[in-house]
């Protein structure tokens, strides 16, 4: 329970479903007082008495976990780390894998728990063969099965997610009719652990001297030619136009677009929007969320977190040390993918798994 | 849970944190219910006022007569923490104001938030110079190291403040002992006596402190309700400036009904303290004994002898104390991990760490408290659950 109506009604909905629940708030920051004021990140003290009273008005137990050192190793650092190789994570997706149906699992399921339930927009369905399947939501503006790809067969069926079947003006009505009085806070949409969603600033404040180079060149994907310099990889993420603070306008006058962020020199490349186009992705370490598929999957891929479906055909493959590779050639080409990033792989409503974006390319051009 | 009851359902409570708080006593709800239909501020001159005025004063020799103090030694106060702040800043203040000398201000390093905090506050902001006198495994002060800060600059000493029993681990400090280094400096002595009173004898007059801290809710009465005893020798700053009630010493309405309340139930809890003590302590050494059999490794903390008559603080080694706290808590047994929440969030206690345990240590204690209302039931209901709800606890790992 975050504090959020999402997770207070999907806790009302499971006691109404005759569950015996408890009420768990994730204490995941180490200084839960700094994000008092304004953040719309989430889980500042506020937050943690907001899901108390929450847990109160639908009559269950409540407490609060301390995970903050798991998060900040398993989550925080491993932001801190994709950024400074010049990768765009997600650490919402890192925080379901290893915090949220992992450590919070395992804790419960040690208590004598049966599953976690959590706000997410997403249904599970129990296939005919008796495995669960993780599907999208009912409401697609709102639907979370996107950061929820990360689970395996075991988390899903240790998974209860009651919101899946409604939207999300629903669910704020039924709050206020269940008198919760989270039923008009606003949503999250921050990264919960930056402050004001100020994402460059905290990498610059966060990661400092750890960071391969301070500052280095940004320069022209087609000519080479150093355009300007900037003060940290960290601040560009690929497909960004804005704050690059060229000076100096494109020959075709249009806006220029990250490309390529190379972290150990600093360079960064920029070029004209089509250079972002991509239509083949590779990706590893895949997550399954029922068994790894042994054919090509003619499905759709979503590459960011509320994006747009591509169709694509996905081969999983093994390469010489054991480990799988998922090479995606997308029939819908998309602009602005960069390393680090999730692909998650759907067969309809359907969520096949995810993997790890390592590189990217398009048809015909050199990579 | 398969071992827990249907959510909805109610089971039965098995109370065992009356250290946190403990039921109020019928006759003192009896006493403040009566009240709360009157009208009359007790510092209106009308006869209303001087009823509700009478109430105070009646309230006030009762509790002076209980603890053996005058009653203009009484301060009404909101409670235990108010009365500690009280006495910590107002006492250092008012020290330092009449000779700028007195910067030093010693405490055990076992002391609650209340005086810790307020004293953390008065390093920080008043420059006070804090010194924590460190305590033994068992949670003892270290008279030696007490005296030796004194007598190494009397003269920049401004007070000493030590809790008269632990709230978590229930060890006694040896007062007069404290006391008989204290005074030949003419230094005076605080003792938050918040668990103390009611528990054990607590006499203020013999005990030699200056000042002393007890609350209402900690022994019967109602909640929101404390005093200060003060030597009336004592000059103080005071924290709260207003009316001028309180001698000046404490402004603000004072809550009549409450102090009513308060004062019925230190006189029933001092009246009763030696059959209380012997029954409780009877119940406490049954619960540790028969907790001990089930769980062999577990270990009893602070001093075994010297303790308050209800408290047993145990640790069980590989559990952590927030786990079993939950498994317990849905069997309807209610206990305590003995330390502050930080926003929520249960913290290692200080108190254990002072006295030498390890962080691991520090986090798989819980501290079982029995109080007025407690039978052989609860410790049976302890006992039976104690054994399952530790292996349950063993399985969850760091």
Redesign the interface.
């Known amino acids: 329970m975050s504090g959020g109506v999402d997770s207070a009604v999907a806790a009302a909905r499971a006691v109404e479903a005759g569950h015996d629940v408890t009420g768990i708030h994730l204490a995941l920051s180490r200084n839960p007082a700094s994000y008092r004021s304004g953040a719309r990140g989430c889980c500042t003290i506020e937050d943690a008495n907001d899901a108390r009273r929450a847990a109160d008005v639908i009559g269950i137990p409540f407490y609060v976990w301390d995970l903050s050192e798991r998060f900040h190793d398993d989550v925080v650092e491993d932001f801190m780390a994709e950024y400074a190789a010049g990768r765009t994570p997600n650490p919402c997706l890192r925080c379901n894998e290893k915090i949220k149906f992992a450590a919070v699992l395992d804790r419960a399921t040690a208590l004598g728990f049966d599953a976690v339930a959590t706000g997410h927009y997403a249904r599970v369905l129990t296939a005919p063969d008796g495995t669960a399947e993780l599907h999208r939501a009912v409401d697609p503006g709102k639907d979370q099965s996107y950061v929820l790809g990360v689970l395996t067969q075991d988390q899903l069926t240790h998974s209860l997610f009651p919101l899946g079947d409604t939207s999300k003006p629903q669910v704020r009505a039924e709050a206020a009719a269940r008198g919760l009085l989270v039923a008009d806070k606003p949503d999250s949409h921050d990264i919960c652990f930056v402050a004001d969603g100020d994402n460059a600033g905290w990498l610059r404040q966060k990661l400092g001297d750890r960071a391969p180079n301070h500052e280095g060149a940004i320069v022209d994907g087609e000519s080479g030619a150093e355009l300007g310099r900037h003060d940290g990889t960290f601040g560009f993420t690929i497909g960004q136009r804005r704050g690059l603070r060229l000076g100096v306008p494109a020959p075709d006058g249009k806006p220029r677009y990250v490309l390529d962020i190379e972290p150990v020199s600093g360079t960064v490349t920029v070029g004209p929007r089509d250079a972002l186009t991509v239509d083949q992705i590779t990706a590893d370490r895949p997550r399954w969320c029922g068994i790894a598929p042994t054919r090509p999957v003619e499905g759709t891929v979503q590459l960011r977190a509320h994006g747009r479906e591509h169709r694509a055909r996905v081969v999983v493959s093994t390469g010489s040390t054991g480990e799988e590779r998922v090479e995606i050639e997308l029939l819908d080409p998309a602009q602005g993918i960069a390393p680090g990033q999730a692909a998650v792989v759907y067969e309809g409503t359907r969520v096949v798994g995810s993997a790890t974006i390592v590189a990217t390319a398009r048809t015909g051009v050199p990579a | 849970?398969?071992?827990?009851?249907?959510?909805?359902q109610t089971t039965p409570t098995v109370y065992l944190d009356h250290a946190a708080t403990t039921p109020m006593l019928p006759a003192a709800v009896e006493a403040m219910t009566t009240h709360l239909a009157d009208v009359g501020n007790p510092s209106s001159l009308h006869a209303s006022g001087r009823r509700a005025r009478r109430v105070v004063e009646e309230s006030r020799e009762t509790i002076a007569q209980a603890l053996n103090c005058r009653p203009g030694e009484v301060v009404f106060t909101s409670g235990g923490t108010e009365a500690d702040n009280l006495a910590l800043k107002g006492l250092f203040w008012a020290r330092h104001d009449a000779d700028p000398r007195r910067v030093r201000i010693l405490a055990s390093s076992i002391e609650h938030h209340a005086v810790l905090d307020a004293l953390d506050w008065l390093a920080e902001e008043e420059q006070a110079e804090v010194e924590l006198i460190h305590v033994d495994a068992r949670g003892r002060l270290d008279l030696d190291a007490l005296r030796a800060s004194v007598e190494r600059d009397p003269g920049s000493v401004a007070l000493v403040s030590v809790m008269w029993g632990n709230n978590e681990i229930g060890t006694i400090q040896p007062m007069a002992e404290i006391v008989a280094v204290a005074a030949p400096h003419e230094i005076p002595v605080h003792t938050d006596a918040v668990q103390a009173v009611g528990a054990v004898p607590v006499d203020f007059a013999t005990s030699g402190v200056d000042a002393l801290t007890l609350t209402g809710h900690k022994l019967g009465g109602p909640y929101g309700v404390g005093a200060l005893l003060l030597r009336r020798e004592l000059s103080l700053t005071p924290l709260l400036h207003g009316g001028g009630q309180e001698r000046d010493i404490r402004s603000g309405t004072l809550d009549m009904p409450a102090i009513a309340g308060f004062a019925t139930a230190v006189e029933h809890a001092v009246k009763t303290q030696p059959e209380y003590a012997e029954r409780v302590a009877a119940l406490r050494d049954d619960l540790v004994r028969r907790v001990l059999e089930v769980v062999p490794d577990a270990h009893l903390h602070g001093d075994p002898a010297v303790r308050l008559p209800g408290n047993a603080h145990l640790g069980f080694p590989g559990c952590e104390g927030?786990?079993l706290l939950?498994?317990l808590?849905?069997r309807g047994i209610e206990c305590s991990t003995g330390s502050a929440c930080s926003?929520?969030?249960?913290q290692p206690s200080h108190v254990l760490l002072a006295m030498g345990c390890d962080e691991e240590g520090a986090r798989h204690s819980l501290r079982f408290t029995l109080g007025r209302t407690s039978t052989a039931a609860d410790v049976d209901a302890l006992v039976e659950a104690i054994g399952p709800a530790v292996q349950?606890?063993r399985?969850?790992?760091r």
């Open positions: 849970m398969h071992d827990a009851p249907q959510t909805g927030d786990s939950m498994l808590d849905a926003a929520g969030v249960p349950r606890a399985r969850v790992a």
